[in-house]
């Protein structure tokens, strides 16, 4: 039953994944043209183990090493929430769970389809593993490094199957499991080590055969902070309040990662900035991170446009004008990447005492940015990440040659 089980949703799970590739093919072209040619196997190999070996150095302190295993396994949470759909298996899982099967072969079929869904992540944790026994990462003993690595993809692993199951109390142990592997990482390399690194593995399986007395206290507590809690938008206008309900409920995952990302665009390009020491290379960063993040803010039209379309006969009756959801639309996407914005303009309007008008005709152009890339957004079609990178490259060009 496992083996039949496995292959269906495999099946469903690259079906499902073969169309968002093929419906956003251009993105991964472009993603492409970065990846600088003439590159040499090792040279690729460690730049792809660097992130994930800056986290795992012995010597640091432990909340040193805590907060980036915490912040690994939330990237590895929102990176399966976004595909949660693909991973459940689809409309056959209502099926499915009506079916004689144990708890133990459904979590043996997650895992399995956890496994391939992870592939992207799971890269530098391969090269990290092929590069470490050549001893090219420094002192520390390899086979020390490689369990580590070994127990921290398996924290990630369980995390993730947690968060499947949504068991959100299972999640709270996975808090003291990287502190335990924290400590291991932060003493040279003993006993001790070896058993700590034992230890944060035991404490993140323990939710396999454990009930945690927290589950039913989140259940009822948490869950109404979380997306889709009824107080959650309470302070938001109504209409501004069903479009993030609709954003949070619908799509938790992807909006998580999306709002990540335009908030670490931001933080990076303040820290090339001042790695640049606010010279003349300052504002033309300040352009690209402001262009990005347009970028990626704009793709919650979709999201919103989509959450419309089933309820257009209701939304038609309303007393209304005719651009009325358009105008909201655009509105709270302004608004959505008016954080990120102040975030990253600050600097530059303290550290290189760059003009008011100048500060605010960027900002000013940021707002029409986020507004013209609803056209392509709602209205392009297969081609809307083309022409919205087309549209945002457009005017990153057309702002560095004004404040020049």
Request: charged residues 10%.
């Amino acid at each position: 039953m496992y083996r039949y089980l496995t292959l269906l949703r495999l099946r469903w799970y690259t079906l499902a994944t073969g169309r968002v590739l093929v419906r956003h093919w251009q993105g991964f072209v472009l993603a492409g043209t970065l990846v600088p040619g003439g590159m040499s196997v090792g040279r690729l190999l460690m730049g792809l183990v660097y992130p994930l070996l800056a986290a795992l150095q012995v010597g640091h302190d432990v909340l040193w090493h805590w907060w980036r295993l915490v912040a690994i396994q939330g990237l590895a949470l929102a990176w399966v929430m976004v595909q949660r759909r693909h991973i459940d298996g689809g409309a056959f899982m209502a099926y499915a769970r009506s079916l004689p099967l144990s708890v133990n072969q459904r979590r043996r079929a997650d895992l399995s389809v956890l496994l391939p869904a992870n592939s992207l992540l799971l890269v530098p944790v391969v090269a990290l593993v092929i590069v470490a026994p050549t001893g090219l990462l420094g002192a520390t003993a390899p086979p020390f490094l490689v369990a580590t690595v070994c127990v921290m993809t398996g924290l990630v692993l369980l995390a993730e199957l947690a968060a499947l199951e949504r068991q959100l109390g299972a999640l709270l142990i996975f808090g003291p499991a990287d502190a335990l592997l924290s400590w291991g990482l932060s003493r040279p390399v003993d006993p001790a080590s070896w058993l700590a690194l034992s230890g944060a593995l035991l404490i993140g399986a323990s939710f396999l055969v454990l009930r945690h007395p927290l589950q039913r206290w989140v259940r009822r507590r948490v869950t109404q902070s979380l997306p889709g809690g009824p107080r959650l938008f309470s302070f938001l206008p109504p209409v501004w309040r069903i479009q993030a309900q609709a954003l949070w409920v619908r799509h938790p995952g992807g909006t998580t990662l999306r709002t990540a990302s335009v908030f670490a665009l931001a933080l990076a390009a303040d820290w090339l900035m001042q790695k640049f020491a606010f010279d003349a290379r300052a504002l033309p960063t300040a352009i690209l991170g402001m262009a990005a993040i347009a970028l990626i803010a704009s793709g919650l039209y979709r999201i919103l446009q989509s959450a419309h379309r089933p309820v257009q006969p209701y939304l038609h009756a309303l007393p209304l004008p005719k651009r009325f959801w358009a105008l909201q639309d655009t509105a709270f996407v302004a608004a959505f990447g008016a954080l990120p914005l102040a975030i990253l303009l600050a600097p530059i309007f303290i550290s290189l005492n760059a003009s008011v008008d100048t500060t605010l005709a960027l900002v000013l152009a940021y707002f029409v940015l986020l507004a013209l890339l609803r056209l392509p957004l709602v209205h392009g079609g297969r081609q809307a990440v083309l022409l919205g990178v087309i549209l945002a490259g457009t005017w990153s060009g057309a702002a560095m040659a004004v404040v020049r």
